[in-house]
């Protein structure tokens, strides 16, 4: 199958810092790419979805201010936690659409530790 | 609304079948996923039905009824490292995915 690739997949940062995630479609253009959190024990919850050169869409109680989304590329697009607080160390995933049959495919993940 | 209903745990013994159930009710309908997650990781691509019928792909196979609503997903000769939980999502006619809370499937020894 087509591969995600998300980095880092594990970081660990200071209250008050911002941090970025980077998701890339390697073998395929994304159409579309789609960002979750996920708690532990919780089903995936959508965060936002984007499409390139378009602003994200947010979901429903996700702060567009916080969760900065950048979509540059059909391969490439980017999660901004912003002054990170603990209460926002969740599992975050990303991932693309596109390729045979508009499939969705995961990167790896993210597990973000906010001390 | 739009809704996927799936059963939230389930166990079974190495080496038996399994099947995991799946209902959806969404507005529009593109196709039918299944993904695997194992604990702390990324769900992984394991099949999609968008017309009736059943599809096989090795130990795992996947049936779908447009007219129903209804999907499962059949796991044969289960290994230990089949543990994990299922998801069930269906696409609806935006394209985006409905996703299931997924099935927790446990297999004992």
């Known amino acids: 199958g087509a591969v995600v690739s998300q980095h880092p997949s594990w970081v660990i940062c200071k209250s008050g810092t911002s941090v970025k995630i980077e998701c890339r479609s390697l073998d395929f253009q994304a159409t579309t790419m789609f960002w979750y959190r996920q708690f532990p024990k919780q089903s995936l919850m959508l965060m936002a979805t984007s499409n390139e050169g378009s602003k994200a869409t947010y979901e429903q109680g996700v702060e567009k201010d916080k969760f900065l989304i950048n979509h540059a590329s059909l391969t490439l697009s980017t999660l901004t936690v912003t002054s990170a607080h603990p209460e926002d160390s969740s599992f975050y995933i990303c991932?693309?659409?596109?390729?045979?049959?508009?499939?969705?495919?995961f990167g790896a993940g993210t597990r973000l530790s906010v001390l | 609304g739009q809704n996927i209903d799936q059963p939230t745990e389930m166990t079974a013994t190495e080496g038996a079948i399994v099947q995991i159930n799946c209902t959806y009710q969404?507005?529009?309908?593109?196709?039918l996923f299944w993904y695997q997650q194992h604990a702390g990781e990324a769900p992984t691509f394991l099949s999609y039905n968008v017309l009736d019928g059943l599809e096989e792909k090795g130990r795992f196979s996947s049936f779908l009824s447009r007219s129903k609503g209804y999907s499962y997903l059949l796991l044969k000769e289960l290994q230990m490292k089949d543990s994990a939980s299922y998801l069930c999502a269906a696409l609806d006619s935006n394209y985006q995915l409905i996703w299931g809370a997924g099935t927790k499937l446990i297999i004992k020894p």
């Open positions: 969404t507005s529009g309908f593109n196709g």
């Open positions: 991932s693309a659409r596109g390729g045979e049959a508009d499939i969705q495919y």
